[in-house]
């Protein structure tokens, strides 16, 4: 075991050996230390504020077979809905009058959403309210994202989920590792906002992975960065965890804010959330400990209560109503980080 070292300053950059390092270590000054360095960089570049998105999950169809995720389409477990242009859009109505300046639309890749389709509501959107608008609906073609864009959508979130070519393929049935990472170049040169991410945990995901995962966040100079746990769910064919902890990283919460604080580190301005993920492992503790830890985003669900409960990526027991609770959860999540929630849109402006 290489021994312990203290962070590094923010003008130097953490090499793949130093991430390994810190993915592994067991002692908890040196992990301390990390995250107090990683939340000073946090303040250093992006200030105290804590932006709040608005999460709307609009559709729980999905033609793929994620071996980890509920909405796989051949599970019969899950209840699916869709919710049509009229929905979407008085959902995004309330939630700018209650005081949201990001709408994030997610689905399972569904083609019901056609490209004319998302296009007239990116546009009705960008015309009538006064928000940012991120997209997550999936590998769609390079035309297709350009279109949206030019309607008005400025982020657009796709994780590349794992690094591991291998276990990619494992987990992804017919798709491609190579055409998902291609997806986010493509987005970069659109001009979009892009975001990406991981699952910790992952069975069979290696530290290695991991380390690699943070180089590739910066080399792709990716901008918002979703990094939450892997959450079992027993209606996938996928088991648990991978035994070996030596070889393979566990889904804990200390991983997780763990690769919050070096993805701080190594990318410094870009935005971070406190996964909602996070929250379903640690829901009192985990916002308020990934925000000191280096995140500075939070996203509360904002899917109309009628169907929120549906979109069962994982087993959740608590629903939160982004709508209906809005101050209370903001309170509470001001009161918890000690920072105050910002009021503009929360674009990433690079600064390094
Ligand atoms: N169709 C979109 C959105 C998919 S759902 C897309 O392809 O980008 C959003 C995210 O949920 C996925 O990217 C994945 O990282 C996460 N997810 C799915 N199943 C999960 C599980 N069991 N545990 C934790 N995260 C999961």
């Not at 991430?19 to 000073?40: M, N, V, W």
């Not at 992975?209 to 901008?223: E, G, K, N, W």
């Not at 990526?313 to 009161?335: H, M, Q, R, V």
């Amino acid at each position: 075991m290489k021994k312990p070292t203290k962070p590094p300053p923010t003008n130097k950059t953490l090499s793949r050996e130093d991430l390994l390092h810190y993915l592994k270590t067991s002692d908890p000054k040196e992990l301390a230390d990390l995250y107090r360095f990683a939340d000073g960089v946090r303040k250093e570049y992006m200030g105290d504020d804590i932006h709040i998105r608005g999460l709307m999950n609009i559709s729980s169809y999905c033609s793929r077979e994620c071996l980890y995720c509920g909405l796989r389409n051949s599970n019969p477990a899950t209840i699916r809905y869709r919710m049509e242009e009229g929905d979407i859009l008085a959902a995004v109505e309330q939630a700018c009058e209650t005081g949201y300046k990001t709408i994030l639309m997610q689905s399972g890749e569904d083609e019901f959403y056609t490209e004319e389709k998302v296009a007239s509501i990116v546009r009705a959107i960008y015309k009538r309210f006064d928000a940012a608008i991120g997209l997550s609906f999936g590998e769609r073609p390079a035309p297709v994202l350009r279109r949206w864009f030019d309607e008005g959508a400025c982020r657009y979130l796709i994780k590349h989920e794992t690094s591991d070519p291998e276990l990619y393929a494992k987990l992804h049935p017919g798709m491609d590792y190579g055409k998902r990472q291609a997806v986010l170049v493509t987005l970069k040169e659109i001009g979009y906002q892009v975001g990406s991410g991981i699952m910790i945990g992952l069975p069979g995901q290696t530290y290695e992975s991991v380390a690699d995962d943070i180089v590739l966040f910066r080399d792709l100079d990716i901008d918002m960065i979703g990094c939450g746990p892997y959450i079992h769910n027993p209606e996938t064919p996928l088991k648990h965890t991978t035994p070996d902890r030596e070889r393979f990283i566990q889904p804990l919460d200390e991983y997780v804010l763990r690769v919050t604080a070096l993805n701080r580190i190594v990318t410094k301005d870009t935005m971070i959330p406190a996964t909602t993920a996070l929250n379903v492992l640690s829901p009192e503790t985990g916002a308020r400990d990934a925000l000191s830890a280096g995140a500075n985003v939070v996203m509360f669900d904002i899917t109309p209560t009628a169907v929120k409960k549906h979109y069962t990526i994982y087993p959740k027991t608590a629903f939160s109503d982004g709508i209906a609770d809005y101050t209370i959860l903001k309170k509470n999540l001001e009161a918890k980080a000690r920072r105050p929630a910002g009021t503009g849109y929360g674009h990433r402006e690079k600064k390094r």
